[in-house]
């Protein structure tokens, strides 16, 4: 009796790991990629609004700690700000936030490198769902002309690529993640390749020759070369140290993204093909 | 498991994902988040063994696997490895044990979390091993034990009727220890 329970339940744990990795070789393989995407753009159709209902109702209450919490810090900005500003500080509290966004969508109307490509404006419904990728959630998706693939700029420079495209969402891979690379050109006609290394490391530039001319606070822009994943002249990253080490094939350098992306509320999609 | 009981643990999953992707994911300490999911499977081996665990694991895991950005199919695998392997692990052990709870919750999660990474960097996604490993598994372990305690009476309500060893005790002294 307790031989075939323990059979049993053998079995049913190796049908399920089965399945699992049967799973899994459909969305890791190119050809079947598209069923497990359609599932999971589906699911994400229906979940979507009712993440958004959830949210709605239970955002107050975080609102509600936050201040709570922040009581101390808040109180003595405010006596800071009541010092330095007096009456202006009542009419700026209340209409800080339209500004603050008001201005990020006038910068992102203004950046030089988009040129006249056709942008999607889009808004930030969430960030770093998984501990193990540097993504974020975009409110637009196919039906609003995002698709996998685009380039996402704002904040200053480029941010990252769509990787998923849902009916009105979409998953962007940030340029800090350790799948992200981006061919990047700066100084003299040199080339390079910037390396997100995760979320919680510094980025490098990768494949510049060793003792190359550089300079702190240098940027690099997306490379226009043959088949590129992004436009060209996009800024990428700053550079923040540089040396090459004895014996080095190439120079070790250390770099900041351009994009602030501790501020990612509104972002541009690019829609842009890669020429093939 | 009855019909009865997989639409409660249908439920719960249900609700998992909601709390997971809304509250969750907002409470970031370190650059990590508490993870509900291995929760599920964990709790699920303990109130009702191995089987159960790796059920409970696998379609919970296969949930969260519709929402994250990770490669489909490797939660509901990982999870129901460790929901198969915390009922085994804990089968002699008496399940009114107080430190049991916490103590699988924060072995099983952090076990958890490392088998999700190896595995995701196994399967090309290198950036998954290229994280904060401490923080990530302080704030996952820690938060784990905090949670154990409501989401193992979520899940002792999803599979009520079971013949499960949590059902061998009286339900007073059950409700007394959660």
Sequence with gaps: ?276 | MTGRSMVRVALVIFVAVMVQQTVMIALRIGGAHPDLLWLLPITAALLDGPETGAIVGFWAGLAFDLVLPTPFGLSALVGCLLGFVTGSLTAAVDPRAAWLKPVAALAGSVAADMLFAVLGAILGQQQMVQIDFLAVCLVVGVSSIVLVLPVNRLMRWALAGENNRRSLVSADAGSRAW
């Design chain 1, 1 to 276: 009796m307790a031989r075939s329970r323990r059979s049993r339940r053998t079995l049913t744990v190796i049908i399920l790991v089965v399945l699992s990795l049967s799973l899994i070789s459909l969305d890791l393989n190119g050809r079947t990629h598209s069923v497990t995407s359609g599932v999971k753009s589906v699911a994400n159709d229906v979940y979507a609004p009712l993440r958004q209902g959830v949210l709605d109702i239970i955002s107050p209450i975080g609102n509600f700690f936050a201040g709570a919490f922040n009581y101390g810090s808040m109180q003595s900005q405010n006596e800071q700000l009541q010092q330095t500003i007096g009456q202006l500080r009542a009419a700026q509290a209340e209409r800080g936030f339209e500004d603050n966004q008001l201005r990020q969508l006038m910068a992102l109307q203004n950046l030089p490198f988009l040129q006249s490509l056709t942008t999607v404006t889009a808004q930030t419904i969430d960030e770093y769902s998984s501990n193990f990728t540097a993504t974020i959630t975009l409110d637009k998706g196919r039906a609003d002309g995002v698709d996998v693939g685009y380039p996402v700029v704002g904040a200053g420079g480029l941010v990252g690529q769509v990787i998923q495209s849902f009916h009105h969402t979409s998953v962007v891979r940030l340029i800090t993640d350790g799948q992200s690379k981006v061919g990047v050109t700066f100084g003299n006609q040199l080339t390079g390749i910037v390396d997100g290394q995760g979320p919680s490391s510094s980025m490098t530039a990768d494949l510049v020759p060793p003792h190359t001319a550089l300079y702190k606070g240098e940027i690099m822009y997306t490379s226009s070369l043959d088949a590129a994943a992004f436009p060209p002249g996009i800024p990428v990253a700053s550079v923040r140290s540089f040396h090459t080490p004895a014996g080095a094939s190439q120079e070790t350098i250390e770099v900041d993204p351009e994009a602030d992306l501790g501020q990612l509320a509104y972002l541009d999609v690019v829609q842009w093909v890669p020429p093939t």
